[in-house]
């Protein structure tokens, strides 16, 4: 019988260590909304994202970090894109946290070092020839950027304007 009473001893000194907690029990309904109003601030705060101010001056020193980068930071120090196409895209994790979208494989072909991380979601994508990039943002941040010549971006810029001509409303993502 000794054996069992200390067996509960020790659960019940484990559970001592969350008693600072009792006070949001004793709060209930109030509790709960001061977690859910402390999490909510947290996370639409922008935390780990930098100010647009210093979004901008990485991609003018052509510094274009993943996950950090917003598409107006690339208007305010690039102006308009020359070519910009919006669509449902699924995109392929891959081990340095980017997303590789789709269309930017050969068809059926999973990319090298594919994770089996799959995401989907409305992507916007922007050609920037004058400057050589493609950038692409999934849920408001950088998550792709490839380096092509002019002559490439122009001939994909090229392409969406051909296929946004026989998108139906249907297929045009909602606009934020």
């Not at 990485?58 to 993943?66: F, G, S």
């Not at 980017?98 to 992507?123: F, K, M, N, Q």
């Given at each position: 019988?000794?054996?069992?009473?200390?067996?509960?001893?020790?659960?019940?000194?484990?559970?001592?260590?969350?008693?600072?907690?009792?006070?949001?029990?004793?709060?209930?309904?109030?509790?709960?909304?001061?977690?859910?109003?402390?999490?909510s601030?947290?996370?639409?705060?922008?935390?780990?994202?930098?100010?647009?101010?210093?979004?901008?001056?990485?991609?003018?020193?052509?510094?274009?970090?993943?996950?950090?980068?917003?598409?107006?930071?690339?208007?305010?120090?690039?102006?308009?894109?020359?070519?910009?196409?919006?669509?449902?895209?699924?995109?392929?994790?891959?081990?340095?946290?980017?997303?590789?979208?789709?269309?930017?494989?050969?068809?059926?072909?999973?990319?090298?070092?594919?994770?089996?991380?799959?995401?989907?979601g409305?992507a916007?994508?922007l050609?920037?020839?004058?400057?050589?990039?493609?950038?692409?943002?999934?849920?408001?941040?950088?998550?792709y950027?490839?380096?092509?010549?002019?002559?490439?971006?122009?001939?994909?810029?090229?392409?969406?304007?051909?296929?946004?001509?026989?998108?139906?409303?249907?297929?045009?993502?909602?606009?934020?």
């Amino acid at each position: 019988m000794k054996k069992f009473a200390g067996m509960f001893r020790s659960t019940w000194c484990g559970a001592q260590r969350f008693r600072g907690l009792e006070f949001l029990r004793r709060l209930g309904w109030a509790g709960v909304f001061i977690v859910v109003a402390i999490g909510s601030v947290l996370s639409c705060s922008g935390i780990g994202m930098p100010s647009l101010e210093e979004q901008e001056r990485h991609v003018r020193d052509n510094e274009l970090l993943l996950h950090e980068l917003t598409p107006r930071a690339f208007v305010g120090a690039w102006g308009a894109p020359t070519y910009q196409h919006a669509e449902f895209m699924q995109f392929f994790g891959m081990k340095d946290d980017s997303l590789i979208p789709r269309s930017r494989l050969a068809s059926g072909e999973p990319p090298r070092g594919w994770e089996v991380r799959i995401e989907a979601g409305d992507a916007l994508f922007l050609a920037y020839p004058d400057h050589g990039w493609l950038v692409v943002f999934f849920e408001e941040r950088l998550v792709y950027r490839e380096a092509l010549t002019a002559a490439q971006l122009h001939e994909l810029g090229r392409s969406w304007q051909h296929e946004d001509k026989f998108r139906s409303r249907f297929e045009v993502p909602a606009a934020p």
